[in-house]
């Protein structure tokens, strides 16, 4: 989990144990993630390209929403809290799908996704491929796991292999087809609205 060291975590010295933070996320007005005992601010994950980020988060919502009406899935916001107890750790991914009755246990969060979605920004990208591919691989129910970039319209695609992990498919540019929802995607709609020339603006600005 290398791609951690990128970001500052608000407790580096102290280990905090997850009903603290549980506890604590319940008032909590920025939210935070958890890995074995540290919180990892999300705003710090999002930063840079912040509109792109959003844009794409809601697009790959409704798509996912409109696609699945119906069919016994939900499709869930960033708000949802995502627990794998084998590290432990909880995540809020940028959107969710549950299939089936959703199984909720400590403090609302939500133990069996069966799709998670990361939207990268210039922050987390590193992130999203490394540290928390390993974690939603350690999540038997998550079926699928996609990463769409902020830098490109493409969509890296994982799917569960026969040996029952989370192995890279794709990287769709044009459809994605999601076989654990049973649907498929129009890159060009995930993409509408938004403008990369926003992210060589926030690079010139830091460079």
């Known amino acids: ?56 988060c809601v697009n790959m919502s409704t798509a996912l929403r409109n696609k699945l009406r119906g069919k016994g899935c939900s499709t869930l916001s960033s708000d949802t809290r995502i627990q794998n107890p084998r590290t432990p750790a909880y995540l809020y991914p940028d959107v969710a799908v549950v299939c089936g009755k959703p199984e ?19 922050q987390s990208v590193e992130y999203d491929r490394t540290t928390k591919l390993l974690i939603y691989d350690a999540i038997p129910s998550v079926q699928e796991y996609m990463i769409v970039s902020h830098e490109a319209q493409e969509i890296m695609l994982f799917r569960r292999d026969e040996a029952l992990r989370l192995a890279f498919v794709e990287i769709a540019t044009e459809q994605l087809v999601l076989t654990s929802v049973h649907c498929t995607l129009s890159i060009a709609e995930i993409y509408d609205d938004t403008d990369f020339d926003e992210i060589d603006d926030i690079n010139e600005e830091e460079s």
């Open 104 to 122: 909720i246990q400590k403090y609302h969060s939500l133990v069996n996704p069966t799709l998670v979605v990361e939207v990268t920004s210039p």
């Open 1 to 56: 989990m290398s791609a951690l060291h990128r970001y500052k975590p608000l407790q580096a010295s102290i280990y905090l144990h997850e009903d603290t933070y549980l506890q604590r996320e319940l008032e909590a007005v920025e939210k935070t993630e958890y890995i074995a005992g540290i919180l990892y601010p999300r705003w710090q994950m999002m930063a840079g390209a912040r509109l792109m980020h959003n844009v794409l």
